[in-house]
C-alpha cells in the first residue's frame, strides 16, 4: 500500500499518521520524491481497511497494490484447482456440463430430463428446489421433496446432482441429497450463507451477482474459502447492463480475467444470462470457446409447460444437437 501526502501536509498530521500506522504494527519506508512524500507500508496489508486513512488531513491519495483475495489468488496458489466429483473434474481439459430444468417439478418431469441429458453426455443434473424468486407469488420450489427427487433421478442415470441453496438451516438437507451446493446470484453477498458454506462438505458452485464486480465475486470465493472451504467452482450468469434485448449481459471477458487472476474453475450460465433459449447454443459455444471449464444449461421436456424460466430453456433435442456441436467445438479447440 502506497499512501501520498498532500503537498502541504502539516508535520503534526503526518505525526498522527505514522503513529496510527505503528500501532497497527506497519512498518514503512518514507519516499521524498519532487512532487509528493509518500510512504511505502511494508508487508501484508489485505486485513487492513486503507481507506480509513483518508480521515487524516495529510493523506492525499491511497493506492492498494496488494489484491484483498489470498487464497482465490492465483499468485498464491499458481496450480489451477481441479475439483473433483466421482468422475467428473472441474479444471481439467474436458469441460464439464451441467443440465437440467430449472425448477423440480415432479417424479416424471425430472426423471425424463435426467435420461435425456445423460443420454446428450451431460455430467451433472441440475434443479432447483429453493428457488430464490422475484415475485413472492411465483413457483417456490418443491423444497426437501425436490431435492430428494433430483437425486433419484441423478442416481437413476448415474449423474451427479447440483441445487441451489438460499438458507444455511436446510444444509442438512443438501448433504443428504446433493453433490455440489449452488449460490444464485441474488446470494452471492449473503455472507452469512457464504460462512457456513465454507464448513460444508461439498464443492459450492458459486454465481456471480448480477450487480457484482469480478473482485466482489472473487472476494465472495473467498469467505468460504478462509472458513475452510477450498473447492469453490465460479459461475458467471450475465450482468446487469442498459441492455434489455437479453435478460442480462454474459460477460465474456470475466472468463479470461478469472483465469488470469485466480486459480480456480469457471463455468458459463449461458441460459440465465440470456433469458432466450434461441441464444443459448451460440452462448455456449462462446463461453467453451473463451476458456470456461464448463456450463451450466437449463433444459426442459417441455418448455411451455415449465414452471419457471421455460422461455430459456432448452428442449430435449435442441440440447442433444448443442452437445454434438460442442464436441466438434472442443476438438477444433485442441487442435489449435
Ligand atoms: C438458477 O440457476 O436457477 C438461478 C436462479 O440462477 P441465478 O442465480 O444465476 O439467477
Ligand atoms: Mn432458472
Known amino acids: 500500500m502506497i499512501i501520498a501526502l498532500k503537498k502541504d501536509a502539516k508535520l503534526k498530521d503526518i505525526d498522527a499518521l505514522t503513529d496510527a500506522l505503528l500501532e497497527a ?57 481441479i475439483i473433483t466429483i466421482g468422475d467428473v473434474a472441474f479444471g481439467s481439459n474436458t469441460p464439464v456440463i451441467i443440465a437440467g430444468p430449472c425448477s423440480v417439478e415432479n417424479h416424471s418431469q ?16 441440475r434443479g432447483g428446489a429453493y428457488k430464490p424468486r422475484t415475485s413472492p407469488y411465483a413457483f417456490q420450489g418443491l423444497k426437501e421433496e425436490g431435492l430428494q427427487l433430483l437425486h433419484d433421478a441423478a442416481k437413476t442415470y448415474n449423474l ?19 453433490d455440489i451446493i449452488q449460490v444464485g446470484a441474488r446470494n452471492m453477498q449473503n455472507f452469512d450463507l457464504l460462512k457456513a458454506l465454507g464448513k460444508a462438505k461439498q464443492p459450492i ?40 434485448y437479453t435478460r442480462t449481459t454474459l460477460d465474456i471477458s470475466s472468463i479470461l480475467a478469472v483465469k488470469q487472476l485466480s486459480h480456480l474453475p469457471v463455468i458459463v450460465d449461458p441460459s440465465h444470462a440470456a433469458g432466450r433459449w434461441e441464444l443459448v447454443e451460440g452462448l455456449s459455444k462462446a463461453g467453451i470457446a473463451a476458456g470456461a471449464d464448463g456450463l451450466m444449461i437449463e433444459v426442459h421436456n417441455a418448455p411451455k409447460r415449465a414452471l419457471s424460466d421455460g422461455a430459456q430453456s432448452l428442449k430435449l433435442d435442441k440440447f442433444q444437437t448443442l452437445m454434438n456441436d460442442l464436441t466438434a467445438l472442443m476438438t477444433a479447440i485442441k487442435k489449435t
Open 25 to 81: 504494527d506497519f512498518t514503512f519506508e518514507t519516499v521524498q520524491g519532487q512532487h509528493y512524500t509518500v510512504l511505502h507500508i511494508l508487508g501484508d496489508t489485505t486485513a487492513f481497511d486503507g481507506k480509513k486513512l483518508y480521515a487524516y488531513d495529510c493523506v492525499d491519495r491511497i493506492i492498494n497494490i496488494q489484491e484483498p483475495f489470498i487464497r482465490a489468488h492465483k499468485k498464491n496458489h499458481p496450480n489451477k484447482t
Open 110 to 125: 425430472i426423471m425424463a430430463i435426467a435420461k435425456a441429458v445423460k443420454a446428450s453426455g451431460a455430467n451433472i443434473l
Open 160 to 178: 451427479k446432482t447440483i441445487s441451489e441453496i438460499v438458507a444455511k438451516e436446510d444444509l442438512p438437507y443438501f448433504d443428504k441429497y446433493i
Open 205 to 244: 458452485l458459486l454465481k456471480r451477482g448480477f450487480g457484482n464486480t469480478i473482485e466482489e465475486w472473487l472476494m465472495s470465493a473467498e469467505y468460504i474459502m478462509n472458513h475452510g472451504n477450498n473447492n469453490v467452482i465460479l459461475c458467471e450468469r450475465g450482468i446487469r447492463t442498459f441492455e434489455g
